[in-house]
């Protein structure tokens, strides 16, 4: 089957490991078999926050993780939501194809909602979801490799694609979410691996910075070291993390450390997670900030010139 696959982040900080299991992997396979769409979702930073912070750095930053990781600018168009108006557009009649309990039903709007710099919810965070099916099928994207945190919002996506087709006849394809080998990493406190919840091994931390983020973690007293999420699941997230970098399982991991304790599964999980980077933070160094401008203006354009085709074939489709 041919897909476009379409997927994005929020530049709101540095990508961690829980980007690279949950997405970021999966693109770098996709990419070279579909055309792929990648959003600097600039917009969105502003759902939980006032203001959009130190956004050109952090957007610059994001596509140095991109550059690091893989992603290769001649195969993938990265782009962003402020750049490409005709995208935002689409919003509008999307709004209209969704019914305000079931956004107010939706669990990670909950959940951004409970962890939110913010004192009430605004507009904007509440119809996040309606934003990103605008984001997802301004390219009729089919395939969308996300965490387990996107499967609320792809829904949206999907209900709005499906409506739209039944009102004004068929424009949109339903898009299937695409889960990682890690769809939800915890982070070194135990929830989820954000950027924003100061709890991630960002990919360009340095060796030291790694170490230290880890002997901070929480584990247990207990020396023998097992692999039981539901009854050790800090000592078992650290496992997975070793794990994911060795690809390894993680048990014959905890087999391995045996009595050592937690300083030991600390240190292997250091090791991992830096042999495992290392290529990556190398190369993250090769790329500069004049490159990332220039892909960014080449990303930008290539969307708008999708996004104006969609928009046009909407208004079509619903008699404007
Ligand atoms: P923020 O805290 O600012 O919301 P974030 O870490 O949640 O940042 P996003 O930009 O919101 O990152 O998410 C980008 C993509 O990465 C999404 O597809 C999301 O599902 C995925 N992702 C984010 N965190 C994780 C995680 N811990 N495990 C797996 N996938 C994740
Ligand atoms: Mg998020």
């Known amino acids: 089957m041919q897909h476009t696959v379409l997927t994005g982040d929020r530049p709101t900080g540095p990508l961690h490991l829980g980007h690279y299991f949950g997405s970021l992997a999966n693109r770098v396979r996709?990419?070279?078999?579909?055309?792929?769409?990648?959003?600097v979702a600039d917009y969105q930073v502003i759902t939980d926050r006032d203001l959009p912070g130190e956004i050109q750095r952090n957007i610059t930053e994001l596509l140095l993780d991109y550059?690091?990781?893989g992603l290769d600018p001649a195969k993938v168009t990265i782009f962003q939501h402020s750049a490409?108006?005709?995208?935002?557009q689409l919003m509008l009649p999307f709004l209209s194809l969704v019914t305000?309990?079931?956004?107010?039903r939706n669990p990670t709007v909950k959940d951004e909602i409970a962890h939110s710099s913010q004192k009430a919810v605004?507009?904007?965070?509440?119809?996040?979801?309606?934003h990103q099916a605008a984001d997802i099928l301004f390219c009729k994207g089919t395939l969308v490799p996300v965490g387990k945190d996107q499967l609320p919002h792809l829904e949206v996506t999907r209900t709005i694609a499906r409506r739209f087709n039944e009102r004004y006849g068929r424009v949109f394809p339903v898009p299937e979410a695409m889960l990682g080998e890690r769809p939800l990493l915890q982070g070194l406190d135990g929830g989820k691996m954000s950027k924003s919840r100061g709890n991630a091994i960002a990919l360009s931390a340095t060796e030291d910075e790694t170490a230290a983020l880890i002997r901070k973690a929480r584990t247990d007293s207990e020396r023998l070291i097992t692999y039981d999420e539901e009854n050790r699941p800090q000592v078992a997230n650290l496992l997975m993390i070793a794990s994911l970098c060795l690809g390894r399982p993680p048990a014959e991991l905890a087999?391995?450390?045996?009595?050592?304790?937690?300083?030991?599964?600390?240190?292997?999980?250091?090791?991992?997670?830096?042999?495992?980077?290392?290529p990556i933070r190398k190369r993250r160094n090769e790329h500069g900030e004049a490159e990332v401008r220039e892909i960014l203006a080449e990303g930008n354009r290539r969307a708008r010139e999708r996004a104006v085709v969609t928009l046009d074939e909407v208004r079509v489709a619903m008699g404007f």
């Open 84 to 88: 490409v108006p005709e995208l935002n």
């Open 255 to 278: 087999a391995e450390i045996g009595y050592g304790g937690a300083a030991a599964l600390k240190r292997l999980t250091t090791d991992a997670v830096n042999d495992f980077l290392r």
């Open 30 to 39: 996709l990419q070279d078999r579909f055309p792929m769409y990648v959003l």
């Open 67 to 69: 550059l690091a990781v």
């Open 100 to 104: 305000v309990s079931e956004l107010s």
């Open 122 to 130: 605004s507009g904007l965070m509440f119809t996040y979801p309606v």
